[in-house]
DNA sequence: GTCTATATAGAGATAGAC
DNA sequence: GTCTATCTCTATATAGAC
């Protein structure tokens, strides 16, 4: 990370990510940002006010990058079934981060639901509809170029796809690994292919 | 509960499970615990000297009940299809407690991994391991019944099956509700279905 | 924008009386 | 088995100097 383009504001929110994909929003603290950025604790404040303005912040530039990622993959003009693997790939991704440790943002603040303030509760909705929506698009999709194949509601088959993912990262970073998860999802696929 | 049959170490216990399944490891505290069992935080060190040695007394219980509750499904004579939408049930369950804000204990643990010693790790994993095997036997026994029908490895697909039963909760706690998690778990059986 | 210093509250845990 | 009292550490957050 270069600083001459990337400020304080950043890094803190750089070392926030990381800190909260590992240990859950309650399991760190700004202590922890403070040593990992290299400034005191004060000055953390100066760029968040409190806890909730940081995983906003976090929150919303998460949903950003995280946008940037998927729109190419529906533009693309590769079959549905190929983008939802490449979709899938961003899941698995996140667990192959060294130490195999990293969970989704939002499904980690997800489980901590309860100590977040509305305002961030509201995001973590907003990234998981912005998921489904983008999942159920592909389902779609793959409907109409006979690249996959289900029975019943698209819709409700989109929460499940995204339940699957998120899940199948929650339990093989707790047992499995990244092999787990990818063979995880390889069965996923093999029950929306056809035939 | 009647106090003469449930001594306050299982009172700690019951209100310890409702916390963590609600709050998670790193939002309840021994104080919590005292103020709802009506005794000082003293006194539940008295049961439990460390919050390790609570959370081990909880998976413990929690294992054991877990057991009772799946034995039977397998021992029934109903068709493999049927044990599953019966074993998909108690995750749904979980979530129809009253205030809809539940998790699975070892699901929240999970996310709270890091916080964990890794006493209560093993734990976790020994929970999600017994409920692999479970499913797998499940899975093998619809093969043969026909009441069930997927491509791939029986193992694959029974982590597949659990990891979604623990991302349709955790997602569905978050938005949606008992009825969203109905629906995903739904879909679930219909894409293990034959036909 | 970063610092020192501090306020205030809560955490986990222990000693020892009753 | 429960209590009061206390220890020690850490948390979030703020005031004010540089």
Do not use: W
């Given at each position: 990370m270069n600083r001459r383009t990337h400020g304080t504001r950043e890094r803190i929110l750089d ?32 760029h ?148």
């Amino acid at each position: 990370m270069n600083r001459r383009t990337h400020g304080t504001r950043e890094r803190i929110l750089d070392v926030g990510l990381d800190l909260v994909q590992r240990r859950g929003i309650n399991g760190m603290s700004f202590q922890d940002l403070s040593d990992a950025v290299g400034i005191r604790k004060a000055s953390v404040h100066h760029h968040f006010a409190s806890k909730t303005d940081m995983v906003a912040a976090l929150l919303d530039r998460y949903r950003t990058h995280f946008g940037r990622e998927i729109r190419p993959i529906l533009g693309s003009r590769k079959p549905a079934a190929a983008k939802l693997k490449t979709y899938f790939g961003l899941f698995a991704d996140t667990l192959e981060q060294p130490g195999n440790d990293k969970g989704c943002l939002c499904g980690m603040l997800a489980a901590e639901l309860l100590s977040l303030e509305a305002e961030n509760v509201e995001q973590v909705r907003g990234f998981f509809r912005e998921n489904y929506r983008f999942i159920e698009q592909i389902l779609n999709e793959g409907r109409s170029d006979a690249s996959l194949a289900f029975a019943g509601d698209t819709a409700a088959m989109a929460r499940l796809v995204f339940s699957s993912l998120e899940g199948a990262l929650l339990v093989a970073r707790c047992d499995g690994g990244p092999r787990s998860m990818k063979a995880t999802l390889q069965s996923l696929l093999g029950l929306l292919s056809p035939g």
